[in-house]
């Protein structure tokens, strides 16, 4: 029988050394928990940036609040700590401003789908030309465990010992049926596919959304844990067809067995280009826009 070849440290470090990627970090070092999936996210970014040659001082990385939500402390590119659930206003307005930036949007399920939940339909509608990096680990873990609208039924924290008796969102469907234009899943315990991902999502030209699913080794020991998530994430079914909505749907119905890969894509005008459209109806020229970049 074949084995797998063991990943020793020093080969690792070497490979990590001469990507050049590090060179998309900070000089912070992240606060999260050892074992927390977020690490396997930061990873993911920062490669994927390296990867598309992607200079520093053209992306943006915003946030909410949230253990998540540290992440543009631990990235080398332009940043923007929000308030909580107000990260896709703030990424709208950047990127209206200013769009020769590349903006990535990322934060908990608590701040995408409890505080924040009514902006997640409108930036998706507008198809704003932004990526949506959401971090599900089903609770919400800077605040020390409690339900978040992601949390399993059943699910015991600090705050519900007598289990959670509501059944949790599904993500997928509500991001499909509110016209995001790319829409995708991965999974913190598979790095390579998460960051292809994620490479994939910015690339859009759209409203791009990826669900995470990443573990909170502190405040959960019982439900979205490696062990458990290992053991039922699924592909997408070779043939799957991402340009079909209801198709798409089907997939993110099976919640239970959670599909990875890229389940919808369509490529239609994104908010700029409507505004753009608008100026021209009012007899503007949206090629005379001042360009932030010169300083205009
Ligand atoms: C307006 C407001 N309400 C509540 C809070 C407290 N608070 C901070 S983070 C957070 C939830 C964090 O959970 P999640 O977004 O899932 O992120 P995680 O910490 O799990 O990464 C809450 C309720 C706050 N900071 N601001
Ligand atoms: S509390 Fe949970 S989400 Fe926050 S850093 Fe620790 S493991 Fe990660």
Not at 5 to 15: H, I, M
Not at 90 to 95: L, M, Q, W
Request: glycine share 10%; with cysteine; hydrophobic share 40%.
């Amino acid at each position: 029988m074949l084995m797998e070849k063991p990943v020793y440290v020093d080969e690792k470090l070497r490979e990590v050394l001469s990507s050049g990627r590090l060179e998309y970090r900070s000089k912070a070092l992240p606060t999260w928990c050892p074992g927390c999936g977020y690490f396997a996210i930061v990873e993911g970014v920062t490669a994927a940036l390296n990867d598309m040659k992607i200079p520093m001082d053209q992306a943006v990385v915003l946030s909410g609040i949230g253990c998540s939500s540290r992440f543009p402390f631990f990235v080398n590119t332009y940043g923007f700590h929000t308030l909580h659930g107000r990260v896709l206003p703030v990424a709208t307005g950047t990127k209206v401003a200013n769009e020769s930036l590349m903006v990535i949007a990322v934060g908990g399920d608590g701040d995408g789908f409890a505080i924040g939940g009514g902006h997640l339909s409108h930036a998706a509608k507008r198809n704003v030309d932004i990526t949506y990096l959401l971090f599900d680990n089903g609770v919400y873990g800077l605040t020390k465990g409690q339900t978040s609208p992601l949390s399993a039924q059943g699910f015991k924290t600090t705050t519900s010992p007598y289990e959670n008796p509501d059944q949790p969102l599904n993500p997928l469907m509500m991001m499909l049926s509110y016209g995001a234009s790319w829409v995708g899943q991965a999974y913190a315990g598979r790095p390579d596919h998460l960051k292809e991902m994620i490479a994939q999502a910015i690339a859009h030209r759209g409203f791009s959304y990826l669900h995470i699913l990443s573990p909170c080794v502190t405040f959960d020991k019982t439900n979205k844990t490696y062990v458990n998530l290992g053991m039922i994430v699924r592909d997408l079914p070779p043939n799957h067809d991402p340009t079909h909505r209801m198709v798409a749907m089907a997939q993110a119905e099976q919640a239970d067995a959670p599909a990875l890969g890229l389940f919808y894509q369509e490529s239609r005008p994104t908010l700029g280009d409507n505004l753009n459209s608008l100026i021209a109806k009012a007899g503007g020229d949206a090629s005379a826009k001042p360009d932030r970049r010169k300083g205009e």
